[in-house]
């Protein structure tokens, strides 16, 4: 492997990385913060892809469609979490996990009836379909590294929101002692639908940004959810900053798994996993 081709495969781990990020730090606040082992988390990812389909197909343009999309994808997270998650807080893990099986066949079932089961493709923006040369014959697109800024911004701004705002300071307060937030008078039901939908939004954008270089097509949620889960554990339940490290460490561990051990490929992510807690069975970080 020469440098070019290397230097291809690391920013390409960088940009698969943080776009992981994106699922796992959702799943993340969800599973760590409000306690809920949410099966489902893919099926956002998905919607979020088939709401790019959609919404491009209407007004022609990706990124008129994540800004629409976007707040749709909030509210939908704000609805399911007061008509359904809300009753699940003091519930046993089975019945959760039920429940959000449970919408993973619904949420599958009415992705066929609306559009189908064909492979959809999404339009790159014409501003970021060019690409980079990087030698004569490789060059590398510059949407892949508008993806990859995305991602960096929304990871230092949800660093700044968990860790610097009064907003994150209760969302991290309702997750150690939910009574005792209550009891200082904070409307914690209000605040876990606020996360929640945050949640659903974050993996919902981050099927937006896929869609182009991966299609939209059914089922694409299974393999993130199961990635999403292995960047939880990990990084750390509940830590933030935990999923993004452990979520680039799968980005690289994958990519160049794939390039210089192509047979033990779909190994390799779950290698990491049983290194990583061998050595620190609580996850690279904890909870934070």
């Not at 800024?149 to 009064?166: E, H, N």
């Not at 209000?190 to 991966?214: D, E, H, Q």
Request: charged fraction near 10%; aromatic fraction near 10%; proline fraction near 3%.
């Amino acid at each position: 492997m020469d440098f070019v081709s290397f230097l291809i495969q690391v920013l390409n781990s960088l940009q698969y990385g943080l776009l992981l990020f994106l699922v796992a730090s959702g799943l993340t606040l969800v599973f760590g913060i409000m306690g809920i082992i949410n099966l489902a988390h893919g099926s956002f990812y998905m919607v979020g892809a088939y709401l790019a389909f959609a919404l491009t197909s209407l007004t022609g343009n990706l990124m008129l469609a994540i800004a629409l999309g976007l707040p749709l994808a909030f509210v939908f997270g704000a609805i399911l979490e007061w008509a359904l998650f809300s009753h699940l807080y003091k519930r046993d893990h089975l019945e959760q996990v039920l429940l959000t099986y449970g919408l993973i066949l619904i949420f599958e079932e009415l992705r066929s009836l609306a559009v189908g089961d064909d492979v959809h493709g999404v339009t790159i923006p014409e501003l970021f379909s060019a690409s980079i040369p990087l030698s004569d014959n490789l060059s590398y697109p510059v949407y892949r590294l508008v993806i990859s800024v995305v991602c960096l911004a929304l990871a230092g701004g949800l660093y700044w929101l968990i860790q610097k705002t009064r907003l994150g300071m209760m969302i991290r307060a309702g997750s150690h002692d939910r009574d005792m937030v209550k009891a200082l008078g904070i409307d914690i039901n209000l605040l876990y639908r606020t996360v929640f939908a945050l949640g659903v939004a974050l993996a919902a954008l981050a099927g937006m940004l896929a869609a182009p270089i991966s299609s939209v097509y059914p089922g694409m949620g299974s393999s993130v959810l199961i990635i999403s889960f292995v960047i939880v554990v990990i990084g750390g339940v509940g830590s933030v900053w935990g999923a993004l490290v452990a979520a680039l460490v799968i980005g690289f561990a994958d990519t160049f798994g794939k390039v210089l051990l192509p047979d033990l490929a779909g190994l390799m992510v779950y290698l990491v996993m049983a290194v990583v807690l061998l050595w620190r069975p609580e996850g690279i970080f904890k909870k934070g």
